[in-house]
């Protein structure tokens, strides 16, 4: 497994060496990062546990070595982890099944084209 608290430290290196090179690009990064916490409407535990399901289903390990730390200082328990998580696969789920659909009607067009 991934030495997840070593992978996050090797990443804010990687990240700070490309503020250096393009700050403009991180600092957009962040305004759009932090846009939740000026209005506050949802907590901050539940934007981590937001943030961590979005996290798994872009397949980001920098998103999900962040997210799942800050959830935890959030207060987050595994039990939440794990359900925030459900929704996640139910969701990739459902992506797979609407894109299936989607395949099987290029297949039938691509038959009808004949």
Known sequence: MLDWNEYRTQLMDSIGNLAAASPDTVKGYQV??????????????????????????TRCDGCISVHSKRAREE????????????????LNAGAALVYSSRALDAASAANAAK
């Open 32 to 57: 759009l990062s932090s846009a939740g916490q000026k209005t506050n409407v949802l907590d901050a535990k539940t934007r981590e546990l937001i943030a961590l399901a979005v996290a798994v289903t």
């Open 75 to 90: 207060g987050a328990t595994t039990e939440e982890i794990a359900e925030a998580l459900g929704v996640a696969v139910a």
